[in-house]
């Protein structure tokens, strides 16, 4: 054996390994499955692409991960990864757990252990004992080249108490972390947290624990009989759906479902959605002095395609004040692309405004 090859052997002998993570998740059928979110953090010593993090977990589609990460949908694939970032994946519920359904797999090189595989590749989010139990491998340090393992990275499905339905988030603990800032940074609390993950205290927190962390979702209008039923977008990011004809964005400023017909696709073909007069996304505000919060939205009801394509809407009647209690006159302009960290544009009425202060501006320099 080479002598980096026994290095190798003799490090993982020697750095405890992590407890194997197995999130509960109890289905009310025999199997049920969702979509929930792995957090990567790629290698520190390397540039990662967002390609090769697709690549790696096998997504079918890169806006998918894109939206994931609350990035533009003109992003490049050759761009370099946010580290960590998000990977949206399906999760099956089966036996009172959770584990990523078919993806991702991976394709044994020369040299690999499945401790190298799970730590190394797959940056600590499992145990090779958990790719060992998966792919009925009964030496760890003995797998044949070119052998496609599958790797079972742990999910769940389950709503949690005082929260309901979420997207659990698989979350290797940093070191120097503690149960406190990794609730504070994913909007929960440190209770949740320790009673989700089976902690008797903050104490007995880890670095490279694999934590199941809930991510409130936004609320939304979606039909219960609509193919995306079951939608849910976490704070921060934002899902294409209705065949990528309509991006739904989740803000924590209003947490409620936040749907626009897609800019900038050209190859979806998107049947107009409308309520009435008023565009999806669209709101309307009364000019009643006596009622100035008084408003109408369209809002996204989900989509079908029993007969033919079609989006749903639904026309709501809803308070427009902030929580200040402002209405939309008083308030400050904002758009919900901002609330994702995406640019607001200027409105034609500003722009203009712009050009004539600049220009008069500029005579005024030139007169003097």
Request: charged share 10%; with cysteine; net charge neutral.
């Amino acid at each position: 054996m080479a002598p980096l090859s026994l290095l190798l052997l003799l490090l993982a002998a020697l750095t405890p390994s992590p407890a194997a993570a197995r999130f509960t998740c109890n289905a009310k059928s025999r199997a049920t499955t969702c979509q929930a979110l792995i957090s990567y953090t790629p290698p520190p010593n390397a540039t990662t692409t967002l390609r090769d993090v697709r690549t790696l977990f096998q997504l079918r589609s890169h806006r998918a991960l894109l939206a994931a990460n609350a990035l533009p949908l003109t992003t490049p694939q050759s761009a370099p990864a946010p580290s960590p970032i998000r990977v949206r994946l399906p999760c099956l519920c089966s036996g009172g757990a959770g584990a990523t359904f078919q993806r991702p797999t991976y394709k044994v090189r020369a040299g690999d252990t499945l401790d190298a595989v799970a730590r190394g590749v797959f940056a600590g989010l499992l145990t090779y004992r958990d790719i060992a139990a998966a792919n009925n491998v009964s030496d760890p340090n003995r797998v044949a080249v070119g052998q496609d393992l599958r790797v079972p990275l742990p999910c769940s499905c389950d709503p949690v108490a005082g929260l309901g339905a979420v997207v659990h988030l698989t979350y290797v603990v940093p070191a120097g972390s503690s149960i406190a800032g990794i609730a504070e940074e994913h909007g929960t609390t440190e209770q949740t947290l320790l009673q989700l993950n089976r902690l008797p205290d903050a104490k007995s927190l880890l670095a490279g624990q694999v934590l199941d962390v809930p991510l409130r979702v936004c609320s939304s209008a979606i039909s219960n009989t609509a193919i995306d039923s079951n939608l849910r977008v976490p704070n921060a990011s934002y899902i294409l759906t209705a065949n990528n004809c309509v991006m739904c964005g989740c803000s924590s400023n209003t947490w409620q479902l936040d749907c626009q017909p897609t800019q900038g696709l050209t190859s979806a073909v998107c049947p107009v959605a409308k309520c009435g007069d008023l565009f999806l996304g669209n709101t309307s505000v009364t000019t009643s002095p006596a009622s100035p919060c008084e408003g109408t939205a369209c809002l996204y009801a989900g989509y079908t395609n029993t007969t033919s394509f079609a989006i749903l809407t639904n026309l709501t009647s809803s308070s427009m004040c902030d929580a200040a209690g402002l209405s939309p006159a008083a308030q400050p302009s904002h758009s919900s692309a901002s609330g994702l960290g995406l640019p607001a544009l200027w409105s034609w009425s500003e722009l203009v405004v712009g050009i004539h202060i600049v220009l008069l501006c500029l005579g005024f320099l030139h007169r003097d």
